[in-house]
């Protein structure tokens, strides 16, 4: 009865530990849930990064547009002028002239608008015979309006660099949230390596209390003659070698814990234990429908969609760029001339022109040069985009294919945890019963817990397939 007590008492103890153990921590720390630590690492400086990086591109845009703005000029001059040979004219002319006008481009159709005025005050000395005041004052008000007929018809190439940073934008966006799930790829897989460590400890004390059961009751045995000293010796060996894995243990849990307080400065990862079934299953996945899916929806392949609209946007801009320059440009103006300056106001004398200006490029090789390169990156960018959705399907296809794998292989490690529970009880039987050697207890044991790190271990490769499975489908920036 005695030897037969050595298994009940260490069950007995176990369980003891253990409720103990759970109480503890429901007393002294707190819980931290998956999705609560994923929300907290949604407060990291990178996921500010990436509306920054929007905003810049946003004002830089503004600035461009900053182009359609109304323009003010003004001008001031004066000139003295003595010809070589005043055979017909003044012999000096004495000027003063004032000028102001605004401008506009208009982005909708690419025409510019100027208006400006004209106010000169002049002091000539000149033959009286021609009838000519020596002093006079001129104003002059002029309208002038160029549209395009050929060559940025439209207003393409005025909005050109405006309309490239639409796409500067998305993309920045897009490779924003790309990079932030990568973030919480990394730190939701150190939330499985947190909960894999909490879980081995346990596996570890709980061999610890058995280990120091035995060797107390094999000391007992020892002084009573019952067994050799070898098998105490045994026993301190076997508790020896698990007090220093809970000690490798708890170094790494230590070291985790402060990279993690270094991540999430809001949360005091000393005092909370995170909360994670890894031993809960999922429903098996059907590669098809989640590769067709991944494929049409990936944010990293319409992001190098986008990039290749743009260089297809900048071509357009290329193309109109090439064709000739012809505008209609139109003048209206009003004018008077006077020797006194108050009827100089009265504009009173029209006129009025029209005209084609014409401008042709000769040669045209920078913009073909641009438009051949425009080209080669489009090439290099589908290429990229056809590289990649192999990638992606490869990868999707391996992850798939262990996550369906590990529905059984977790179901056989549960098994043999079973098997390996029941060789220990036998084993325990024979060594109290004086048939067995403390040697196979101690081996059994061995086996029982490393079944049980085993399905732990397989039993987290599953969690972070999991959580590969969330980030390659673009799904675990949105839990």
Not at 141 to 162: A, C, D, E, F, I
């Given at each position: 009865?005695?030897?037969?007590g050595?298994?009940?008492n260490?069950?007995?103890?176990?369980?003891?530990?253990v409720?103990?153990f759970?109480?503890n921590?429901?007393v002294?720390?707190?819980?931290?849930?998956?999705?609560?630590?994923?929300?907290?690492?949604?407060?990291?400086?990178?996921?500010?990064k990436?509306?920054?990086d929007?905003?810049i591109?946003e004002?830089e845009?503004?600035?461009?547009?900053?182009a359609e703005?109304?323009?003010l000029?003004?001008?001031a001059?004066?000139?003295?002028?003595?010809?070589?040979?005043?055979?017909?004219?003044?012999?000096?002319?004495?000027?003063?002239k004032?000028?102001?006008?605004?401008?506009?481009i208009?982005?909708?159709?690419?025409?510019?608008?100027q208006?400006?005025f004209q106010?000169?005050?002049?002091?000539?000395?000149?033959?009286?015979?021609?009838?000519?005041?020596?002093?006079?004052?001129?104003?002059?008000?002029?309208?002038?309006?160029?549209?395009?007929?050929?060559?940025?018809?439209?207003?393409?190439?005025?909005?050109?660099?405006?309309?490239?940073?639409?796409f500067?934008?998305?993309?920045?966006?897009?490779?924003?949230?790309?990079?932030?799930?990568?973030?919480?790829t990394?730190?939701?897989?150190?939330?499985?390596?947190?909960?894999?460590?909490?879980?081995?400890?346990?596996?570890?004390?709980?061999?610890i209390i058995?280990?120091?059961?035995?060797?107390?009751?094999?000391?007992k045995?020892?002084?009573?003659?019952?067994?050799d000293?070898?098998?105490?010796?045994?026993s301190?060996?076997a508790?020896s070698?698990?007090?220093?894995?809970?000690?490798?243990i708890?170094?790494?849990?230590?070291?985790?814990?402060?990279?993690?307080?270094?991540?999430?400065?809001?949360?005091?990862?000393?005092?909370?234990?995170?909360?994670?079934d890894?031993?809960?299953?999922y429903?098996m996945i059907?590669?098809n429908?989640?590769?067709?899916?991944?494929?049409?929806?990936?944010?990293i392949?319409?992001?190098?969609?986008?990039?290749?609209e743009?260089?297809q946007?900048?071509?357009?801009?290329?193309?109109?760029?090439?064709?000739?320059?012809?505008?209609?440009i139109?003048q209206?103006?009003?004018?008077?001339?006077e020797?006194?300056?108050?009827?100089?106001?009265?504009l009173?004398?029209?006129?009025?022109?029209?005209?084609?200006?014409?401008?042709?490029?000769?040669?045209?090789?920078s913009?073909?040069?641009k438009?051949?390169?425009?080209?080669?990156?489009?090439?290099?960018?589908?290429?990229?985009l056809?590289?990649?959705?192999?990638?992606?399907?490869?990868?999707?296809s391996?992850?798939?294919?262990?996550?369906n794998?590990?529905?059984?292989?977790?179901?056989?490690?549960k098994?043999?945890?079973?098997?390996?529970?029941?060789?220990?009880?036998?084993?325990?039987?024979?060594?109290?019963?004086?048939?067995?050697?403390?040697?196979?207890?101690?081996?059994?044991?061995?086996?029982?817990?490393a079944?049980?790190?085993?399905?732990?271990?397989?039993a987290?490769?599953?969690?972070?397939?999991?959580?590969?499975?969330?980030?390659l489908?673009?799904?675990?920036?949105?839990?």
């Amino acid at each position: 009865m005695e030897r037969e007590g050595i298994s009940l008492n260490a069950k007995l103890i176990i369980t003891i530990f253990v409720c103990i153990f759970s109480l503890n921590n429901i007393v002294n720390a707190e819980t931290l849930t998956f999705d609560t630590y994923l929300q907290s690492l949604k407060s990291h400086p990178i996921f500010l990064k990436g509306s920054i990086d929007k905003s810049i591109i946003e004002e830089e845009q503004q600035e461009i547009q900053t182009a359609e703005d109304w323009l003010l000029k003004s001008s001031a001059f004066y000139s003295h002028e003595e010809p070589s040979f005043a055979v017909a004219g003044p012999e000096r002319t004495d000027a003063v002239k004032l000028s102001g006008s605004v401008e506009r481009i208009f982005w909708n159709n690419g025409g510019s608008l100027q208006a400006g005025f004209q106010t000169t005050r002049a002091n000539m000395k000149i033959n009286p015979v021609y009838g000519i005041p020596s002093t006079y004052y001129e104003n002059a008000l002029t309208v002038t309006y160029s549209m395009p007929l050929l060559k940025n018809k439209k207003g393409l190439l005025h909005r050109l660099q405006h309309d490239l940073k639409n796409f500067d934008i998305d993309i920045s966006i897009s490779l924003a949230i790309e990079e932030q799930e990568n973030f919480l790829t990394t730190y939701a897989l150190r939330y499985v390596d947190w909960v894999f460590l909490l879980e081995q400890r346990k596996i570890i004390e709980e061999r610890i209390i058995i280990s120091k059961e035995l060797l107390t009751n094999n000391i007992k045995k020892r002084d009573a003659n019952l067994i050799d000293n070898i098998d105490v010796i045994r026993s301190e060996n076997a508790l020896s070698i698990a007090e220093q894995n809970l000690l490798l243990i708890n170094s790494a849990i230590e070291s985790l814990v402060s990279e993690l307080s270094e991540i999430i400065t809001n949360i005091a990862f000393q005092d909370v234990d995170p909360i994670l079934d890894v031993y809960q299953k999922y429903p098996m996945i059907d590669f098809n429908t989640e590769n067709s899916n991944m494929l049409s929806e990936s944010r990293i392949l319409k992001t190098i969609k986008t990039q290749v609209e743009q260089i297809q946007y900048l071509k357009i801009g290329l193309v109109e760029d090439n064709k000739t320059s012809l505008n209609l440009i139109t003048q209206l103006g009003l004018q008077n001339a006077e020797d006194k300056i108050v009827n100089s106001i009265v504009l009173d004398k029209p006129n009025f022109s029209i005209g084609l200006q014409l401008a042709l490029p000769l040669g045209k090789r920078s913009n073909k040069s641009k438009t051949y390169q425009a080209d080669l990156k489009i090439e290099k960018l589908k290429n990229q985009l056809d590289n990649l959705k192999r990638n992606l399907s490869s990868s999707l296809s391996k992850v798939i294919v262990q996550l369906n794998q590990y529905e059984n292989i977790l179901d056989k490690n549960k098994d043999q945890i079973q098997i390996a529970k029941k060789k220990t009880t036998e084993e325990i039987k024979l060594y109290n019963n004086g048939r067995g050697q403390l040697t196979f207890v101690i081996l059994s044991r061995d086996e029982e817990q490393a079944a049980e790190l085993s399905y732990l271990t397989n039993a987290v490769i599953y969690q972070k397939l999991r959580i590969q499975y969330y980030a390659l489908t673009d799904q675990l920036i949105a839990m």
